[in-house]
């Protein structure tokens, strides 16, 4: 939403410049504009408007997430950081998915459409797996950490697919 299309403007008292609807001050001579002034707009309507819902900043978020992810894989393919890959041969593979990620990541933040089909594609796919390994580990005797890390991966992949939902434009 763009604040141009919505800001009336009013025209200075002292030189007639044109200023927009919630100046308080005139850009061009100085000449403040007193509190009971006549705007059309309030500045705090404005302002109140523009604000990031909670969504648009979880959104920012997990793109910074998957991208920092991505990093912390790249490094240990380069075996920057230790990685139980890398020694057998996996520190390719570790680097290539790392850098996958990153720009997946990139695409969140940027918001590029076909990047976010991917990203949703990549949330189906991973809620899937997560479902199977919780189930997996419910079979188990002692399911414990699988446990906890197959109802963490489907939290955090239903809602990564939440918000492409709500904030992207696929």
């Given amino acids: 939403m763009s604040i141009k299309n919505k800001v009336t403007t009013i025209n200075c008292p002292k030189c007639n410049q044109v200023l927009p609807g919630w100046a308080e001050r005139c850009q061009f001579c100085g000449y403040e ?19 990031m819902s909670w969504q648009e900043v979880a959104y920012i978020a997990v793109s910074i997430i998957v991208m920092v992810e991505g990093s912390y894989l790249v490094l240990q393919g380069l075996q920057v950081v230790p990685s139980l890959l890398a020694p057998v041969g996996g520190g390719a593979f570790l680097g290539v998915i790392g850098a996958i990620q990153v720009g997946i990541g990139a695409g969140l933040l940027f918001q590029v459409e076909w990047i976010q089909f991917i990203a949703k594609l990549n949330c189906i796919l991973n809620l899937v797996l997560s479902s199977f390994g919780l189930l997996t580990a419910l079979m188990m005797r002692h399911p414990g950490a699988n446990l906890a890390s197959g109802l963490f991966n489907i939290t955090l992949y239903g809602f990564m697919l939440f918000l492409i939902n709500d904030i992207g434009d696929v």
Avoid: E, M, S
């Fill in 33 to 51: 504009l007193a509190k009971g002034f006549a705007r059309p707009v309030d500045l705090k309507q404005i302002q109140t408007r523009n604000r």
